[in-house]
């Protein structure tokens, strides 16, 4: 949201999150007919779903049924019968964990074999147990950051934060917060004060700053144009897949 000229972003955005995911689509799931299942009650998934589309569409892609249901219901049977009969290569759900692993576990309940993909909203260590690790082999999300990252700084911080929280491994949030704070960290010595105006014109600047999230350049937007990941489970666990660049 472009609320203030003091607010900053460490995280890629939804649009560039989209893109990234009608691209994964098409080349690495080799989806030409997609269906959209999305939380009409909340915006993240809204928008998500709308920024897919778009690209997906335009690069040829179709989307064969699109189904709504709202944060929080626990019976989504009838909208993912409609779905399946709709034959679609690959289902986009663009939600939060605690409604996907109802609806993946359900669509496996109903036969539906194809992938299931959707955004960072995916992310949480609950979502296995909410599914079940069977019902997700074969599922996808884009997020920020992923602990398999071999980069020095990624391993350096998964290290970190192992060895403060009892060997617990961090996730995207942990990763973009311990860089959110870097990032400031960084403005503030280049400013050489803690002035506000200062600090704001140094944190604009930041120009390809190393974290663990990888490299931050801040656009005239006060965003982050930086790298996604893709995440995948197999043998019930949660694995990186691939890497893509805006």
Request: charge should be negative; charged fraction near 20%; aromatic fraction near 10%.
């Amino acid at each position: 949201i472009e609320t203030g000229d003091y607010i900053f972003r460490v995280c890629f955005t939804d649009p560039f999150q989209g893109r990234l995911l009608a691209e994964f689509a098409q080349r690495s799931l080799n989806a030409r007919k997609v269906a959209i299942f999305s939380d009409v009650a909340a915006p993240y998934s809204v928008g998500l779903a709308q920024y897919f589309r778009e690209p997906f569409v335009a690069a040829g892609g179709q989307i064969v049924s699109e189904q709504k249901y709202t944060g929080g219901d626990k019976d989504f049977r009838a909208q993912l019968t409609v779905i399946k009969n709709a034959q679609p290569d690959a289902i986009l759900v663009p939600g939060y964990y605690t409604d996907v692993g109802l609806i993946v576990a359900q669509a496996r309940q109903l036969g539906i074999t194809v992938p299931l993909f959707g955004g960072d909203g995916w992310e949480a260590p609950e979502l296995l147990q909410i599914a079940g690790p069977e019902a997700l082999e074969g599922t996808y999300y884009s997020t920020h950051f992923s602990p398999d990252n071999t980069d020095p700084l990624a391993q350096k911080f998964v290290a970190a934060y192992r060895a403060k929280y009892n060997g617990e491994t961090p996730d995207a949030m942990a990763a973009l917060g311990y860089d959110s704070i870097l990032v400031l960290a960084d403005a503030i010595k280049r400013a050489g004060t803690t002035d506000g105006q200062a600090v704001r014109d140094a944190l604009a600047a930041t120009t390809d700053f190393p974290g663990a999230t990888g490299v931050t350049t801040l656009d005239e937007k006060r965003d982050a144009s930086k790298a996604a990941v893709i995440i995948t489970v197999k043998d019930g666990k949660f694995q990186y897949l691939e890497t893509v660049t805006p």
